[in-house]
């Protein structure tokens, strides 16, 4: 009798085990906050090139490629995958039951360089003024120094009867060349400051054309407060911190640079246009005379001439 009701348990266990094991692999999974079985998809993506290529899903990062994930819910789903130097890939694929919702080797498309982007110089032999007026760069073996002036939009060369060592700026628009033997050559390379108000241009926020919202940014978050009721409204999340925003003059476009790319935000169609991929922005100034945005990217400075964002 005894080994009869041992054999009816274990049966019964084999039939719950097996029936569990079943509704697990055809997706049904219970919600740890409802108690309650609910059917799941399984999702599985995977790209050409595949190390370093990160997958967001619904805005949140999931994992680098190859990713497989089961037990996710069903419904819609908005996918985005990145990697440096590549275009970005956005999708929205629909997550169903007992099907694999794939998105396999999928070709990632290398970025072209900017046409009018240009390498200005590295960390040794360029600095920008502290005012933001303009940068002085040394020409390496040519006994010289370039000028570059913001606001006129123009160059200037000085030549010397020996290789610059170094250069610093003293302030107010004054340069400081000094030379392996000899006296400094100093001279007042900038007459007036390039902005009225440095924090008004230069910081984390702006005021809008028309004056009525102010736009600022808080890590990888871009904001817009309503000057008149103080409503704040969230504009875009980035997937990695926001270097700088700037207002384009008369237009509607907001210039943003984050850490891995630059691009303008319409504030009227709610919309990215022109994205440039980067690798490592830190550090970002826009000069809006001459449209100018300086780049600092793994020690090098970069200038890219900025259009609107149609």
Known sequence: MKRKIRILIWLIIFFIGGAASLFYIQGWRVDPETGEIIPTGVIDISTDPESG???FINGEMKGESP?????????????????SNYEAIEARLFVEMEYVTKIKK?????LEPAEDMKMIGTDDDLIIDKDLQGFVKILSGMKAIEIFDFMADEV?????????????????GEVSVRFQEGNPWNKKVFSSSMFSSRESEIAESVISPEGGHLVFARGRYLYSKNLKDETIEELLVEDVPIVGV????ESDDILVVTKA?????????QEK???????????AYFFPQGK????????NWMSLVIGGGE
């Open 246 to 249: 700037w207002w384009m003059p």
């Open 53 to 55: 290529t990160l997958i």
């Open 292 to 299: 100018s945005l300086i780049l600092h990217e793994n020690g």
């Open 273 to 283: 246009r022109n994205y440039i991929n980067m690798d490592n922005i830190d550090t």
């Open 156 to 172: 200037a060369v000085y030549e010397f009867d020996e290789e610059p060592v170094s250069i610093e700026f003293l302030g107010e």
């Open 67 to 83: 990713l497989v994930l089961r037990g996710f819910p069903l419904g819609a789903i908005d996918v985005k995958i990145i990697r």
């Open 261 to 269: 790319g630059v691009f303008f935000w319409n504030v009227l169609f």
């Open 106 to 110: 999928i070709q990632l498309v290398p």
